[in-house]
């Protein structure tokens, strides 16, 4: 189970960082958005520059997972864009759906080995 953990950390690192990274360098061609509102969406959410702060967190996260360091605070920053990236396909592009949920079973894997972490949030009531 450590070495099945280890690796989708890692993978999850890779793909963040380098998904990140080309969102400043833009080192790997993107085919063009089909006209309709997944376009719109997208072309508000650059021109608000909305994405240099997804861009940053995905770059944050991936560093932190490949580091094994912070792991929860990583899996806490990134789960967010996840679901905006699952979102997005389900409602407006389901043909690019594939990545989002290979990083959706990763973050559940990595997850579930660091519950103990987020023990605090599943209580019902707080004492204090």
């Known amino acids: ?3 099945t953990v ?3 950390r890692v993978l999850l690192g890779i793909i963040f960082l380098v998904v990140g990274l ?3 360098l833009h080192f790997i061609p ?4 089909p006209d ?7 072309d ?3 021109a608000s520059h909305y994405m240099v702060l997804v861009f940053a967190v995905q770059i944050v996260s991936g560093l932190l997972f490949l580091a094994n360091r912070y792991v929860p605070l990583a899996l806490a ?9 699952l979102l997005f396909h389900t409602l407006m592009a389901p043909s690019g759906i594939g990545p989002g949920v290979l990083v959706t079973f990763l973050w559940i894997v990595v997850a579930f080995s660091v519950r103990s972490a987020f023990a605090g949030l599943l209580q019902r009531r707080v004492t204090g």
């Open 22 to 24: 080309n969102g400043f």
């Open 6 to 8: 280890m690796i989708a």
């Open 77 to 85: 920053l990134i789960a967010p864009v996840i679901v905006n990236i």
């Open 44 to 46: 508000v959410l650059q």
């Open 30 to 33: 993107q085919p063009p958005m």
């Open 36 to 42: 309709g509102l997944a376009k719109q969406y997208v």
């Open 1 to 3: 189970m450590k070495i």
